[in-house]
């Protein structure tokens, strides 16, 4: 039987979802609370979105496959789930995941937040371990306008940590900067898939571009150099929180994640 | 020359506002901040709301008084404090003070938010710190009810830690409780003043009512009782948050703080 479960973590004090031999990860928290719970010796849990050390999920979507696990008890799991699991990590939901899902394959696009503090009026500690306290004021139009010119399907090699074989084409949703009421600077990042770093990249970028150090142009004159330019620096972590992660409809799940796959492969 | 600043603080690792020996505190490090920067031996500051320990502020004001400090200083006093305090206290404002202001005494009223996440999916690890996580579902239109009775100028004995020699009437501009989109429920608690424990003693009561484990009567039965009971929980202090302190027009300060003043002589 296979489980749906929908997480949020604060990552300041995880070494990312990853699992890693002797250090503190999500994916590795989960297994371990999932395992004893069922007492079962182990259990592997997929996620949506990989999120590296010190990003944080409000929305992050996981699959696990329980052997023997009775319809009537997946409700009690979330219960006894958070029970076991440290503060900093909440399962928020859990449901028997419909014919044919994939939290990985399956998923239509992730959604991520970039949050920035501009002004020292608009700093509140009790927010510090998830918005970037930035020391310069940034410039709202100039962020958007040069986000607008990396929307859509491209090559973000010059974002993107380079994997050996790996492709860097993607295609970016959706980019776009706004400021809440409280004055907080709010980036919108969403994609069907990211390579490694590139959302940091992307932020860091703009950030340039945002403080007038940069030109609006330069951010497509990264993007078409197609080369990691060391001039792009990669925002810290801490900014960052994975919000949202769609999927199509019950009945294209298994079509979605069939396609997502096979594509994947070609890839790479 | 008189200033006053805007605060900000995460009362996690504070014992409260108020500077006691050896003990760390807001009013201590500000305080020694203060001293720091201007060169001077110390420096006394006074607040608007002196927060308990464990209790959050976003909108804490404060008056010091600096012999020889600059007009043009005034400025670069902001930088200049945020660079020597923690990172769990930001200074968001700072001016000249208008004649006549007094932090403390010139206050209309001050406003106080309780968070509460009384559901699994509405649980966020990211602002877990200034949000109780309660483990049974409440009903809003109950706490709402139980509140409106206790607004208004009451003797709020059942709700205070009663201080030999001082009233417990006070006027409760405000208590109800809204449920955000995210599902925070938020309760809203306004006063021109409070008394020792007194949100905290009104949120544990409200909360008892929510359950459904008291009727919506029982909140006027206690306040009628005009006397400490023991089934009135004091809540946990971090879902507290003192967000507002509301000061008249300039031209009215000095003889609010004047009034304040003498009726707290009276009282006491």
């Known amino acids: 039987m296979r489980i749906r479960l929908d997480l949020a973590y604060d990552g300041t004090d995880f070494h990312g979802w990853a699992a890693q031999p002797g250090l503190r990860t999500v994916q590795g928290e989960l297994s371990d609370a999932l395992a004893t719970v ?3 010796p182990s259990v592997a849990v997929v996620c949506a979105g990989r999120t590296d050390a010190g990003v944080h999920a409000r929305g992050q979507v996981v699959h696990a496959d329980l052997d023997g696990l009775e319809p009537a008890a997946v409700e ?3 219960r006894r789930l958070n029970g076991r699991l440290p503060a900093d990590v909440r399962v928020r939901r859990v449901a028997a995941a419909p014919a044919g899902f994939d939290a990985r394959f399956g998923a239509l696009w992730r959604r991520y937040a970039y949050r920035i503090a501009d002004t020292p009026a608009v700093v509140d500690p ?7 306290a930035w020391p310069r004021s940034l410039d ?3 962020m958007n306008a040069a986000s607008a010119v ?4 491209h090559d973000f090699a010059s974002f993107c940590k380079q994997r050996e074989g790996a492709t860097t084409i993607r295609t970016l949703l959706e980019l776009s900067w706004a400021r809440e009421r409280s004055g907080l600077l709010v980036g919108t990042v969403r994609a069907d898939a990211f390579c490694h770093s590139m959302v940091r990249s ?3 970028c703009l950030i340039a571009v945002g403080e007038g150090r940069r030109p609006v142009a330069w951010a497509e004159d990264i993007l078409r150099a ?4 060391p001039s792009v620096a990669v925002v810290h972590a801490h900014g960052l929180t994975l919000e949202e992660v769609a999927y199509p409809l019950d009945d294209e799940l298994a079509a979605r994640a069939e396609q997502t796959r096979a594509r994947r492969v070609a890839d790479e």
Request: no cysteine; hydrophobic share 50%; aromatic share 0%.
């Open 38 to 40: 069922l007492r079962v």
């Open 226 to 229: 197609e080369v990691r330019d």
């Open 140 to 142: 709202l139009d100039a």
């Open 202 to 204: 992307l932020v860091g």
């Open 76 to 78: 009690g799991l979330l």
């Open 150 to 153: 990396l929307v859509g399907r």
């Open 126 to 132: 009790l927010t510090r371990g998830h918005v970037l």
